[in-house]
């Protein structure tokens, strides 16, 4: 694709730390300690995975007989397999009308549309196939109504023919629309001058196609109606003819794009030509005239006359759109759509070249949305998704998500410091237009926590894994031993091959046939079962098959006891086993994890900027942040959502540091001086610490330990252990705050924040409120109080999905909290020997992480077929 970016180029940074420039003098580090704690952004948004394009279910397939519009369509019913991993496979715009988001993924003749609404109880296709090859690139667009009552798909094939695809929508206005129904449509042909360079809808009746000749055709899409004209520029035209000086073709319009409705009853229409002209278009069914035009800069690379790629990014609201270039994007403001006349002569606002986040930076994919411009950048090794502001955030909006992270942290009373705490992070966005010079404008790109920089972080925790050191760690406590300890770590390795958004369970499943040497097929419903007997067979232990049955917390009741040395041989074949397996996954899923596109929904707002626990979710328009980004990869689809709660959004902070260490003088102290207030000092500390003595080891040890156990002692097992020149780097620069006046008062407030954590305040009758499906859901009953008759209320969706994803990411990261909070609490206990300031949070610690980290290693999310219920 020519879009197309992905992750792969990035593996050889995973190895770097944030510790690698710590060995430098004080004097040589300070100057660029200033300097790299400017670029570093508190993570305010990170991607979510949404759907694997494998899951979805075909419901229809329709098939093009001919050229001339003939057409059958027949049911479907089986899941998609074909077309999945097809390299050469690229994305249409995201597609929005009456409450459904639709995308089009196209390869050689074949277009697959799928439904990926938040209301979708499924992921759902239709398969479309074409009689010719699409044209690739530039070969799909849509269209609807001013009503969005009627929807059209538009397929360019090499044939220079326009095939349509009508889209009928649920008219009634439910919170669960039916499904579309489509039905093939009118086949035009387009008898162009030469081959086609760029296309766009305009309207359910015209669209538009530019050619490599410069001829810009507007092509009818009625049987009834004309047939098309051409687009000309009549004033340039008459200057030309007057000055004698004909030239014998046009520039190539190489980037079309709808602007919406024009003042006089025509539709607007954007195009950008190889001579750098920018032009607003209004076309009407059999004419059409030019509003505005304007020439744009240009880097001195790209000479007239040449074609850079170009790509249009229109907002949602008609109001901005974005020119994405080679080199640059410009960020054009769209004149206003009222009634043109001699005393209203429409202009475009003075086009405004982006500065790069970072030097040497080229944008590959750009979108577009209220107040906020969302782009890939790529330079030397280095990609990253941002978030550019382009106006500054009202107070209202400020409130706002401090009050939204206060509810995803429960806390309530906005005088406790806990409440202050959970909102440090949540801070003021700058506005764009204020900015004077290019240093602030690039300052200005915040960067988004991506699923690449995840899966850095699981890969760098299991790489720093060691048998010896976890098996010493756990007989200092009361941990399992033996057989029953290797069971918990059979299963933790299992959790992380099928981590949520990690891996495409097509990939997991490829892995094991290559490592096994046979063809067996691993369905989806038992793939964890073959991760787990894969590893077990690997490691020399009983199979499924053999195992006596499950006992508390889902541990063998009863099994052989193994010698400690044998537990230790056991465990370190068991991590080699794994290790390879999560290698081969990501060989195997490298090529569906490339971005291909990227667009942006209105309807998936409300879903992704509000917590997860709050059940108005959806029901009204989110103020603020009107869209919402989607990624489309080869192999499914992302979203970027908003982070709330305080300890997904430090430890992404945290986690951003390292990566961006990879590329700036990056130090612990500029992560420290973040924030002032000892409670984020702590959780830095303990983050350092954990990245110190390999965070797989401290996640084997917690997850170890049985109910009732304390976590005290093998965390100061761990912390004995740190390697010395990072315990002197530990004792200089990262402990200060522990002889900090305000030492105490911070303790309690990580305190207050945990407890909110894990004791949820109770309702007047004393039960827990927490909420499923939009519905109250009482823990100690396991049921609904109140049923609703409308059982379309308890149907499950698309959104309630990720919504558990993000519950689920939410208190990984809240159990990574706890877990490096009681590394601090050791590391104290072994520097400064008893202090009985931290006795209240280490008992804290000691009662709720066992069961905790439990609980959340039990999650699982992925589903046994595509659909969701």
Request: glycine share 8%; hydrophobic share 40%; aromatic share 6%.
């Amino acid at each position: 694709s020519a879009q197309g970016c992905g992750d792969s180029s990035l593996a050889c940074l995973g190895d770097s730390s944030v510790v690698r420039a710590m060995s430098q003098s004080p004097a040589a580090q300070q100057p660029a300690a200033t300097e790299a704690a400017k670029k570093l952004h508190w993570v305010s948004e990170r991607e979510e995975w949404l759907a694997e394009w494998g899951d979805a279910r075909c419901v229809k397939e329709l098939s093009f007989s001919g050229g001339d519009g003939g057409g059958e369509g027949r049911r479907g019913g089986g899941a998609l397999g074909r077309q999945e991993d097809l390299q050469d496979a690229y994305f249409s715009d995201i597609i929005e009308a009456r409450g459904r988001c639709l995308v089009c993924r196209a390869a050689g003749s074949v277009v697959d549309v799928f439904d990926i609404s938040p209301s979708a109880e499924r992921l759902v296709s239709w398969r479309v196939l074409l009689p010719h090859d699409i044209v690739p690139g530039i070969g799909v667009s849509a269209a609807h109504d001013a009503a969005c009552a009627s929807l059209s798909l538009l397929f360019l094939t090499k044939a220079q023919t326009i095939h349509t695809v009508h889209v009928a929508l649920d008219q009634s206005g439910g919170p669960f629309p039916a499904l579309p129904e489509l039905s093939i449509g009118f086949s035009a042909p387009c008898r162009l001058p030469s081959n086609p360079c760029s296309f766009s809808a305009l309207g359910l009746s015209l669209a538009v196609v530019g050619c490599a000749s410069g001829t810009l055709r507007v092509i009818g899409l009625r049987p009834e109606g004309p047939s098309g004209y051409e687009l000309v520029d009549a004033s340039l035209l008459k200057r030309l003819v007057g000055a004698c000086r004909l030239r014998s073709s046009a520039p190539p319009a190489v980037a079309l794009a709808a602007a919406g409705s024009g003042g006089s009853g025509g539709l607007r229409l954007l195009s950008y030509d190889a001579d750098r002209g920018l032009k607003l278009w209004e076309a009407f069914e059999r004419s059409g005239r030019l509003v505005a035009s304007t020439i744009l800069e240009q880097e001195e690379s790209v000479t007239s006359g040449s074609q850079p790629s170009a790509h249009f990014r229109v907002a949602p609201q008609q109001g901005v759109a974005c020119l994405l270039l080679r080199n640059t994007v410009y960020l054009i403001t769209l004149p206003s759509a009222g009634p043109l006349g001699d005393d209203n002569q429409p202009t475009f606002g003075v086009p405004r070249k982006l500065v790069a986040p970072f030097p040497g930076a080229s944008p590959v994919l750009a979108a577009a949305s209220e107040g906020a411009l969302w782009g890939f950048w790529t330079g030397p090794a280095r990609e990253q998704l941002f978030r550019l502001d382009l106006q500054e955030q009202r107070k209202k909006e400020q409130d706002s998500r401090e009050a939204r992270a206060r509810d995803a942290s429960l806390v309530e009373d906005q005088a406790q410091d806990a409440a202050q705490a959970a909102i440090t992070g949540c801070e003021q966005i700058g506005d764009l237009a204020s900015s004077k010079s290019p240093e602030k404008e690039r300052l200005a790109h915040r960067s988004v926590f991506t699923l690449y920089q995840q899966r850095e972080v699981w890969r760098n925790e299991e790489e720093g894994y060691d048998a010896l050191r976890v098996a010493a760690a756990e007989a200092a406590g009361q941990s399992r031993k033996g057989q029953e300890a290797l069971d918990r770590s059979v299963h933790w390795w299992t959790g992380r091959v099928l981590l949520p958004g990690r891996f495409p369970r097509a990939a997991v499943a490829t892995a094991l046939q290559d490592i096994d040497g046979h063809g067996r097929t691993v369905a989806g419903g038992d793939l964890r079962a073959a991760v787990e007997d894969h590893l077990r067979r690997r490691a020399g232990l009983p199979g499924l098959a053999s195992l006596p049955p499950l006992g508390e917390f889902g541990t063998c009741g009863a099994a052989a006891e193994l010698s400690v040395a044998q537990a230790q041989q056991v465990a370190s074949v068991l991590a080699e086993a794994a290790l390879e397996l999560l290698r081969r996954c990501d060989v195997a899923g490298r090529r569906r994890r490339q971005v291909c596109s990227m667009g942006v929904s209105t309807l998936w707002a409300p879903h992704t900027w509000r917590p997860a626990g709050d059940v108005s979710a959806g029901a009204e328009k989110e103020e603020g942040n009107s869209a919402c980004p989607l990624l489309l990869y080869s192999g499914g689809v992302s979203c970027v959502r908003a982070v709330h709660h305080w300890a997904e959004r430090w430890w992404s902070t945290c986690h951003l540091s390292r990566d961006l260490s990879n590329y700036e003088d990056m130090q612990i102290e500029d992560l420290l001086d973040k924030s002032k207030i000892v409670a984020w000092r702590a959780c830095v500390t303990g983050w350092f610490l954990a990245q110190c003595v390999g965070g797989a080891n401290v996640d084997l040890v917690v997850s170890s330990l049985t109910r009732g156990g304390s976590a005290s002692a093998p965390a100061r097992r761990l912390v004995a252990h740190v390697p010395e020149h990072f315990a002197a780097h530990l004792r200089k620069k990262c402990t200060d705050w522990l002889d900090s006046d305000d030492l105490q008062q911070g303790l309690q407030t990580l305190e207050q924040l945990l407890v909110s954590t894990c004791e949820p305040k109770l309702d007047q009758a004393g039960r827990r409120e927490v909420y499923v499906a939009r519905q109250r859901f009482d823990l100690l009953q396991g049921t609904w109080p109140q049923q609703d008759a409308d059982e379309q209320q308890q149907r499950l969706c698309l959104s309630d999905a990720v919504r558990a994803s993000i519950v689920a990411s939410e208190s990984e990261h809240a159990c990574d909290a706890m877990r490096d909070l009681g590394l601090v609490c050791a590391y104290v206990a072994q520097e400064r020997s008893v202090d009985s300031k931290w006795t209240p949070l280490t008992k804290l610690l000691d009662k709720h992480l066992p069961l905790f980290a439990t609980i959340n290693e039990s999650m699982t999310l992925q589903s046994r077929s595509p659909d969701l219920a």
